[in-house]
């Protein structure tokens, strides 16, 4: 298994100790552990701080590097020195050791790994493992192809666990920080959050990119859908408590895709004034639709309007339906039965670190006098709406911006 300690469970001495001694319990269990482990609580941003303080924009990205790589290769030392006073024989490994299984770019604070020469390199921790050795290996760091420091930009020993358990081949990726696991909501601000047993890559990703600091979302990008994966609390001090266990990606879940639906789409929008200050409005809507089993494929609000976008062969009805709402309601003043409309969908785990993908796939519509009706996206998703009749060729162009 691959065990990845984050800043907040290693943050004190006694912290340290039960996280070793967690690594020990399951070493003497039989099972082979490799260790992963941020800086020390808040050392990472301490040393940025200090770096502001004093030299501020004058320190290059090599510096600073080199500067932000020292929380991480104190906390190896302190915890391989830990298991070993534990009666296990354990071995830190940073950049600078000729094994380091981490190979990147150059890009000195947002490095990419080198996948095929870091698989090939990290088959070394196999044999320490097998020599009963724990090894306890930096994350966040990565080494050039020259030898430089490098690190993985935030969330960087997320991301140095799940590519060790994917080219390690590990049973499990354990991720150990102060939460049971993800919650049904923030337990600070509400006390009857409930812990989720289970919870998909997918939804793990929106989460933690609408704010849930569980984990980093760019490091879901890592974990191999053949491998289990939890977080869990480190205050149990126990790796075999359940947490809450993530979910995928299944086979073919998270590649890129382009799909055009198959049937024309139909447009239906209502409009009124100021009618999104008006509780309730939308749920009237909706609500009518789906107790007439009528499904909406995408709705859009602006300050005066609701756009929905139904199946074809449902729009007749809708459209009967919500006038019957508008005609009753003081809020909504009139209703439009579109033409029809092609939906196309492209899925990519690289949406969330791509600056500018939006206007990569709408560009070239643009160019060719492809009118876009509607679009909306997600973090790993963008759903363009067109003309039906430049369904085809805009499905096209959206496929080649893709690749």
Same mark, same amino acid.
Request: avoid cysteine; aromatic fraction near 4%.
């Given at each position: 298994m691959v065990a990845k300690f984050g800043g907040t469970s290693i943050g004190n001495g006694e912290k340290i100790r039960k996280a070793a001694q967690s690594v020990v319990n399951e070493y003497m269990k039989g099972n082979k552990v490799v260790v992963v482990v941020s800086a020390i609580n808040k050392t990472t941003d301490d040393f940025i701080k200090v770096v502001e303080d004093s030299v501020d924009s004058n320190v290059t =990205?090599?510096?600073?590097?080199?500067? /932000?790589?020292?929380g991480e290769m104190t906390s190896v030392r302190v915890m391989s020195s830990v298991i070993e006073s534990l009666g296990v024989k354990s071995e830190y490994m940073d950049p600078f050791n000729d094994n380091w299984p981490i190979i990147?770019?150059?890009? %000195? &604070?947002?490095?990419? $790994?080198? %996948? @095929?020469?870091?698989?090939?390199?990290?088959k070394e921790l196999i044999k320490m493992t097998n020599q009963g050795i724990i090894p306890v290996v930096c994350g966040f760091l990565g080494k050039g192809s020259d030898g430089e420091i490098t690190t993985l930009g935030r969330g960087g020993s997320d991301i140095t666990a799940f590519f060790l358990g994917h080219c390690l081949k590990a049973d499990e990726v354990i991720i150990v920080t102060d939460v049971d696991g993800v919650m049904s909501t923030d337990p600070n601000k509400i006390e009857c959050a409930e812990k989720l047993d289970k919870i998909s890559v997918e939804e793990m990703r929106d989460l933690a990119t609408h704010g849930a600091q569980v984990l980093h979302p760019y490091a879901l990008k890592y974990? =191999? #859908?053949?491998?289990s994966a939890k977080i869990i609390s480190y205050e149990n001090g126990d790796l075999s408590n359940p947490g809450t266990t993530i979910v995928g990606p299944f086979e073919g879940e998270m590649m890129k895709t382009t799909t055009l639906y198959p049937e024309p789409i139909s447009v239906v929008a209502i409009v009124g004034d100021a009618m999104l200050k008006k509780p309730g409005i939308l749920s009237k809507l909706t609500s009518i639709l789906a107790k007439n089993d009528i499904n909406i494929l995408g709705i859009s609000a602006g300050q005066n309007s609701i756009t929905t976008f139904l199946n074809n062969k449902d729009s007749v009805e809708a459209y009967h339906?919500?006038? !019957? $709402? *508008? *005609?009753? @309601?003081? !809020? /909504? @003043?009139?209703?439009? /039965?579109?033409?029809?409309i092609a939906m196309i969908t &492209? *899925?990519? #785990?690289?949406? $969330?670190?791509? #600056?500018g993908i939006i206007s990569d796939i709408t560009d070239p519509l643009r160019e060719n006098n492809i009118n876009i009706v509607e679009i909306s996206s997600s973090q790993t998703a963008v759903v363009l709406f067109v003309d039906w009749e430049d369904g085809k060729k805009a499905y096209e162009f959206a496929k080649k911006a893709l690749e």
């Open positions: =990205d090599k510096q600073m590097a080199e500067i /932000l790589s020292m990147t770019n150059s890009n %000195f &604070l947002d490095a990419k $790994i080198d %996948f @095929s020469t870091s698989e090939l390199v990290s974990k =191999d #859908p053949k491998i339906l919500l006038h !019957e $709402i *508008v *005609v009753d @309601s003081e !809020e /909504l @003043s009139s209703l439009s /039965l579109g033409k029809e &492209l *899925v990519s #785990p690289d949406f $969330i670190e791509t #600056p």
